[in-house]
C-alpha cells in the first residue's frame, strides 16, 4: 500500500481504552516512517479556528459536506488505513496550509 500527504484514507480508530475501534475518514498530513500522522475528518460544522469547512469535498471524493479538525490528530500505523477516498484539492490545501500556520503553535 503506498500512501501520501494530502490523501483522505477510511482508518480504523482505535479508542484510548483499546477495547474496540472505528473506522473513521482522515486526512494524511504527513508521513513518519512507518506511521501516518492524521487529521480527523467530520460531517460536523466547523467548531472553531482550527476546523477547515471543505470546499470542494465531492472532488475529494467525500461522500457528505466535510470539515477536517486540525487539532484532532492521530498517529497510526499504516495498516490501519483501509481504504482510499481521494485526494485533496489545491484549493482546500491551500486553506488547510494557511490555517494550520495561523493557529496551530505550541503552548509551552
Known amino acids: 500500500m503506498t500512501t501520501s500527504p494530502g490523501e483522505f484514507w477510511v482508518a480504523d480508530i482505535p479508542f484510548t481504552n483499546g477495547q474496540a475501534s472505528k473506522k473513521r475518514p482522515v486526512l494524511i498530513l504527513w508521513l513518519d516512517g512507518y506511521d501516518v500522522v492524521v487529521a480527523a475528518v467530520t460531517s460536523a460544522a466547523p467548531r472553531t479556528q482550527t476546523d477547515v469547512a471543505l470546499q470542494n469535498w465531492q472532488q475529494s471524493g467525500l461522500r457528505?459536506?466535510?470539515?477536517?479538525r486540525?487539532?484532532?490528530l492521530d498517529c497510526l500505523e499504516q495498516p490501519l488505513l483501509l481504504a482510499k477516498i481521494g485526494v485533496?484539492?489545491?484549493?482546500?490545501a491551500s486553506t488547510l496550509k494557511a490555517t494550520w500556520r495561523?493557529?496551530?503553535h505550541l503552548q509551552f
Not at 457528505?64 to 477536517?68: E, K, L, P, Q
Not at 485533496?88 to 482546500?92: F, S, W
Open 102 to 104: 495561523e493557529y496551530i
Open 70 to 72: 486540525l487539532s484532532r
Open 64 to 68: 457528505v459536506a466535510s470539515t477536517v
Open 88 to 92: 485533496v484539492t489545491t484549493n482546500d
